[in-house]
């Protein structure tokens, strides 16, 4: 069962994790926020959407037009980027129900404890070749991230129509809604997360586990819509992504130096890391 202070981790790997987001969400941000712009329709701007990299397009985007000349002041954007940030959570609180759900019900009907403590060690290998992955020393997560795409890629002929509804996102509802799609975008960040939330045993605790982690990656996505290339540049130095990288590699090590402390189904380690440990106890 996910406890109040395991939230607090799952928090920071979701801050740390979100230098990822500045190629998979950072182009839908930012053309959100441009939409106050005065060109185009009701005074609108029509965007390009750089989707090729988040969404499998091979050279391709979303086009909606030119972009505006002048950006629209921060407070203008604030609310559709924060509706569109509200979407895209929305959208991992239910996968993380989902996932929280069927797992706490496989569990009460099996009771097969070593099955449990086999996925705590996936959880925690996935959180190192996500670190790993921040850091661009092993592109492993790539590989399956390119799995969820071709699931993405049959669901763009129904997609494609509704995204071009929403856009441009002049109005908080149509990023809101915009944002619920985006949360379903194949992402190892967010597969690596999910392992976590289906490790809490209900769909409360799963939700709660994205809750924590959608509210990590906020911060660093509200900055990306308000101010846009600044802070993309400089989210792209690799200082930057390797000190993040170790930090979720850290958390990584220390819940796999808890599982292989697990003997007959008992932890011998210290207490401590429970508090440190992203995944509830094996």
């Avoid at 939409?35 to 990299?53: D, E, F």
């Avoid at 129904?158 to 944002?179: I, N």
């Amino acid at each position: 069962m996910i406890t109040g202070y395991q939230l607090l981790p799952v928090f920071l790997v979701g801050l740390a994790g979100s230098v990822h987001c500045v190629g998979m969400c950072g182009g839908i941000v930012g053309a959100i926020s441009a939409s106050a712009g005065k060109s185009g329709p009701r005074g609108l701007p029509r965007n390009v959407i750089p989707i090729q990299r988040a969404a499998g397009f091979a050279g391709r985007a979303l086009a909606f037009g030119a972009p505006p000349a002048h950006p629209p002041s921060p407070a203008r954007a604030l609310p559709r980027v924060l509706a569109y940030n509200a979407g895209r959570i929305g959208s991992y609180m239910l996968a993380g129900a989902l996932a929280g759900g069927l797992a706490g019900g496989a569990q009460d009907l099996a009771q097969l404890a070593g099955l449990q403590l086999g996925f705590y060690w996936l959880a925690n290998l996935m959180l190192v070749a996500l670190g790993l992955y921040l850091m661009n020393a092993w592109r492993g997560l790539a590989t399956l991230e390119r799995a969820g795409r071709v699931l993405w890629q049959r669901a763009q002929p129904w997609m494609a129509p509704a995204m071009k509804t929403l856009m441009p996102a002049d109005r908080p509802h149509q990023a809101f809604a915009l944002g619920a799609l985006w949360g379903w975008l194949p992402c190892g960040m967010v597969y690596s997360v999910l392992l976590t939330a289906m490790l809490s045993g209900s769909a409360l605790g799963g939700a709660l586990v994205m809750l924590a982690f959608g509210l990590g990656t906020l911060p660093m996505l509200t900055g990306l819509g308000l101010l846009g290339a600044r802070l993309r540049n400089a989210l792209q130095q690799r200082k930057v992504r390797i000190a993040c990288g170790l930090l979720v590699l850290a958390f990584g090590l220390l819940g796999i130096a808890r599982a292989a402390g697990v003997v007959g189904g008992h932890a011998v380690t210290p207490a401590w890391m429970d508090i440190l440990c992203l995944t509830p106890h094996p």
